[in-house]
Each structure stands twice: as C-alpha cells, then as structure tokens.
C-alpha cells in the first residue's frame, strides 16, 4: 500500500523539549486519517515538521513520495493546508484572494471554483476581515480544495466553530473526499468519528497508536465485572486492562484488546461480566488517564 505520508523517527527538541520523540507515522493514500491527542501532545509541531515549515531535529519525512526538506512548488501544487489559525490577506475581499491564487495552480478548476462558493455560501464582495470566523474557515477550505490536491491536511479546523459550521465544512470534505487523502487533527472527536478511516494518538510527542477506525473500536471495551460479595482481582494484571477502579462488589477497567475468553477465566469467582462498546472520545479518555497514570495500552 501506497502512503501518502511517512515518517522515521522523526525528532523535534526546543532546547531540552522533546516536543517530537521518534514519530514513525504511516497515512495510506486515500484514507482520511484523524489525528489526535490532548493539547499540546505535538500534533501541530508534527505537521509542520512533515511539510518542512519546521525542520526535524533527527529523523525524515516523506509527503506524497518526496523528502519533506525537497518539497518545491511543485509539489505543494497537489499539497492543501489549512491549520486553526492560518492568516489570510484580510485587506482583500473574497473575489480577489481567490483571483489571485488561480495562477498560482495548474490544476485550478473553476467549475468547482463556482460549486464551492454557492455550497459555502461565501461572499465575493466582502473582506476577508469582515468574514466570521466560520465565514473565514469556509474560504480557507474552499482555497485549499479548489485545486483539487492529492494531500489535504487540516490542523484542528473546527476548532471554536458551532455545529451548523462544522457540519457544512465536513460535508464540504465529504463531498470532495474521493482519490484525495485527508489528514486531520482535531479535538472535535465525534465528528472526527463519524468519517475517518484511520486514527492515530499522539501522546506527549509519541505515536501511542495508528490503525483502521473499526478496528480500534472493535478491540477497545468497557469491561465491568460483578462479585456477589468480595472482589478479586487476578495475581497478574494484564498490561492491556485499563485504569481500574472498584465500587463495592464491580470492577471496572478499560479492556484494550478485549478477550472474552480471558476474562472469564481471569475472574472465576465473578457472577457477571459485562462488556460494551467504546466510542472514540471515551477510548481517547481512557487513553489519556492512562498516560497521566504511566500506563500504555
């Protein structure tokens, strides 16, 4: 399989920080690949290590097949950007900034220039300063979609945005989403959810994690065991069994590579064993908890 992204411990100190520590990150070409962790965990330091607005410390990227430190123009005409906090010429209106990137991109395609602005309802004669802030991630989408790139990456677009926005700009995604790899970073976890292919969490400048959607929500469970009257717990706790915690006769733990089979025969004396399915916001939770208490799945 082709990756649209690669990494090899990639590295990135500021001074003692280690803000990056060994990324080896894999995005297939095609997927829609959320990118997540707490703040601060490196995400936007990652990204803008991959496309060489940084430079690594140790290590290498490639995007799209080409070391990141080679990217030309060329190549970042089939690369869209758009991060939280991008700045836009603010002193022009919505009709010139999109006239003057046209130029700028051989693949430029105007019919879809003309479909996105009526689906993002943008404002030709207004300046871009007196767009809202949604209003401003709508144009700054549509400039990065327009040329139809191979590689789209996002850092954290929906951040501080309400529903109705975020849900048009997914669509807007959704939409232009086929033969173009997605590469998102987000805090806006369900949405993330209900359309990406793949995740990844980054925890503390390490990749705790990379693989299909549906499979980390099939291994992950909420796994709650039920004594008649003392609780024991197993003479070896398994490394994959999450934050545990006891209230009177249940435990609780979070089951990473959830074993049925295993469970049973861990707690013999049980009366019941409950297991249920975990969204990707409470897989993330326990994931954090875990790292603030120095546990890894």
């Known amino acids: 399989m082709s990756m649209a992204i690669h990494t090899e411990r990639l590295t990135k100190r500021y001074g003692s920080t280690e803000a990056l520590r060994g990324l080896g990150l894999d995005v297939p070409e095609g997927s829609i ?50 991060s939280e906090n991008q700045r836009l010429p ?82 807007g995604l959704l939409d232009r989403a086929e033969g173009m790899t997605i590469f998102v970073s987000s805090h806006d976890l369900a949405e993330i959810e209900s359309f990406a292919s793949h995740v990844g969490y980054l925890e503390n400048g390490r990749l705790c994690l990379s693989e299909e ?14 004594f008649d009257g003392e609780v024991t717990r197993p003479a070896t706790w398994p490394k994959d069994w999450l934050s545990p915690e006891q209230s009177g006769s249940i435990l609780r733990f979070v089951d990473t590579r959830y074993n049925p089979a295993l469970c049973q025969a861990s707690f013999p004396a049980a009366r019941g064993i409950e297991a249920q399915p975990m969204n990707l ?6 994931l954090a908890r875990s790292g603030r208490e120095g546990v890894r799945s």
């Open 33 to 82: 690949y959320a990118f997540v962790g707490p703040n601060g965990a490196g995400k936007t330091t990652a990204i803008q290590t991959i496309l060489n607005l940084r430079q690594p410390t140790t290590g290498r990227a490639q995007v799209l097949g080409t070391d990141s430190r080679a990217l030309t123009h060329e190549n970042f005409q089939h690369i869209g950007y758009v």
């Open 90 to 171: 603010e002193w022009m209106t919505v009709k010139e900034f999109f006239e003057y990137l046209r130029p700028l991109y051989k693949t430029w395609d105007a019919e879809l220039h003309a479909e996105l602005h009526r689906q993002f309802d943008l404002p030709p004669g207004r300046k871009l300063k007196q767009l809202s802030r949604g209003m401003k991630m709508k144009a700054a989408l549509a400039s990065a979609l327009v040329f139809r790139p191979q590689l789209l990456i996002l850092d954290e677009p929906f951040t501080g945005l309400d529903p109705l926005v975020r849900d048009e700009l997914i669509q």
């Open 213 to 226: 959607m549906n499979v980390l929500t099939e291994r992950f469970r909420e796994v709650q065991v039920i």
């Open 281 to 286: 916001r409470t897989i993330f939770v326990a």
